[in-house]
C-alpha cells in the first residue's frame, strides 16, 4: 500500500547562503581580515578600483577576483605579487558564499589584513548572495548613463559605499552626474557617494578615506 | 539569471528531504519566492521541470508563492508597498509609501524558500 504525505521542508536556499556568509565573516574575523565586496557592471572599473587601491593602501592586500570563465582580472591584479585568487563561476553570473570559502582555503589570511574581492560584472545577480564581506562597494560609472541607478535600487539599497566612476565622460555621453548621486541618496539615504575619475587619480583618495574609516 | 543555481539547490534539497521520508514520488513541491529577489518565478519553475526528469521528481507539480515585499521605515511604517509597475518579478521599490523616503529595512520579500512537499511513500 502506498499513501500520500506531507512533509514539513522550510528550507530557504538563500538563508543558507546567509549562514554560509556568515561562517565566512568568522574566518575572517578571526584572522584580523578585513574583507570588502566589488560590484558594478562590466566595465564599470572594479579591476582598475582594486589595482589603485593596492598600489596606494599600505597594507598587506590579498585579492579574489570573479569571473565567469576567464582570468583576465587575476592575472591583471598578480603583477603586484599579492595574493591572488582567481575564481570562475562557471555559468554564473555571481559569486557566493560557498565559491568565496574556497577562495578562503587558497589565501594566506595570517598575512593579510585587507580582502579585496572583486564580483562578476553585474549589478542584479549579485544582490541576493552576501559572500560575508564587511564592507559593500558598488561602482557604477557615468558611461552607464545617467538612469543606472534607478534601474537598478536593490543592489544601492546594500552599498555600504557608492562610486559613481569615469566622471570625466559625462558629457561626453550625456550623462547628468548629479541625478545619479541623487538617485542613490533617495534610495541609500546614509550612504556616501564618491565621485571618480580613476583613470586620471581623480577621487581615489577619498575612496581610500572612506574604506579607512569603515574598517 | 542564477535561476539555473538556485533551482538546482532546490531539487537537491528537495530529493533529501524525499529521501529522508522514504518517498517513492514527489507529487508537490511549495516554493516561496519573495517580491524582492531578483528572481524570475516562471524562469525557475521552468528550470525545475527540466532538472526534475529522471528524478524522484519527475512529473511533480511546482506551486510557487509569491512573497510580498514588507519594509520597517524610520518613519514608523510597517507594512508592504504597492507594486505600481506590472513586472512580473521585479519591484524596484525605492521609496516608504507612507514618507516617500527610502531610510528603511526590508523585513520580507527576500526569501527562496522551500515551504513543503507532497510525497507518495510506502504504508
Known amino acids: 500500500m502506498h499513501k500520500i504525505a506531507e512533509v514539513e521542508v522550510q528550507n530557504d536556499i538563500l538563508i543558507a547562503n546567509k549562514k554560509l556568509a556568515k561562517r565566512n565573516q568568522r574566518i575572517l574575523d578571526r584572522a584580523g581580515v578585513f574583507a570588502i565586496d566589488f560590484l558594478g557592471a562590466v566595465g564599470s572599473g572594479k579591476t582598475t578600483l582594486i589595482e589603485k587601491l593596492i598600489e596606494r593602501m599600505d597594507y598587506s592586500i590579498g585579492v579574489i577576483a570573479g569571473d565567469i570563465i576567464s582570468k583576465f582580472d587575476a592575472e591583471r591584479v598578480k603583477r603586484y605579487n599579492i595574493p591572488v585568487v582567481g575564481l570562475n563561476t562557471g555559468k554564473e553570473c555571481h559569486l557566493d558564499a560557498h565559491l568565496v570559502e574556497h577562495g578562503l582555503e587558497d589565501l594566506p589570511l595570517d598575512k593579510i589584513d585587507l580582502l579585496f574581492i572583486e564580483n562578476v560584472g553585474n549589478l542584479i545577480c549579485p544582490v541576493d548572495f552576501d559572500l560575508g564581506s564587511h564592507m559593500r562597494i558598488v561602482i557604477i560609472s557615468a558611461t552607464e548613463g545617467d538612469d543606472t541607478v534607478q534601474k537598478h535600487p536593490l543592489i544601492f539599497k546594500e552599498a555600504d559605499l557608492v562610486i559613481i566612476n569615469k566622471v570625466d565622460l559625462a558629457n561626453a555621453v550625456g550623462a547628468d552626474i548629479n541625478k545619479m548621486v541623487e538617485d542613490v541618496s533617495s534610495i541609500n539615504p546614509h550612504v556616501k557617494v564618491i565621485k571618480t575619475s580613476l583613470k586620471n587619480d581623480e577621487g581615489i583618495e577619498d575612496v581610500i578615506e572612506a574604506i579607512l574609516e569603515a574598517m | ?123
Do not use: W
Open chain 2, 1 to 123: 539569471m542564477h535561476e539555473l543555481s538556485m533551482a538546482d539547490a532546490i531539487i537537491k534539497t528537495v530529493i533529501d528531504a524525499a529521501e529522508k521520508n522514504n518517498a517513492i514520488e514527489v507529487l508537490e513541491v511549495t516554493i516561496e519566492i519573495g517580491e524582492l529577489t531578483l528572481l524570475n518565478p516562471e524562469q525557475i519553475k521552468f528550470i525545475l521541470e527540466v532538472l526534475s526528469e529522471d528524478t524522484i521528481l519527475e512529473g511533480a507539480k511546482f506551486d510557487i508563492e509569491i512573497i510580498p515585499a514588507k519594509i520597517e521605515c524610520s518613519c514608523g511604517y510597517e507594512g508592504g508597498v504597492a507594486s505600481d509597475d506590472g513586472l512580473d518579478h521585479y519591484n524596484p521599490i525605492i521609496s516608504c509609501p507612507s514618507c516617500g523616503k527610502g531610510d528603511f529595512k526590508i523585513i520580507d520579500g527576500r526569501e527562496c524558500n522551500i515551504k513543503n512537499i507532497k510525497i507518495e511513500k510506502e504504508e
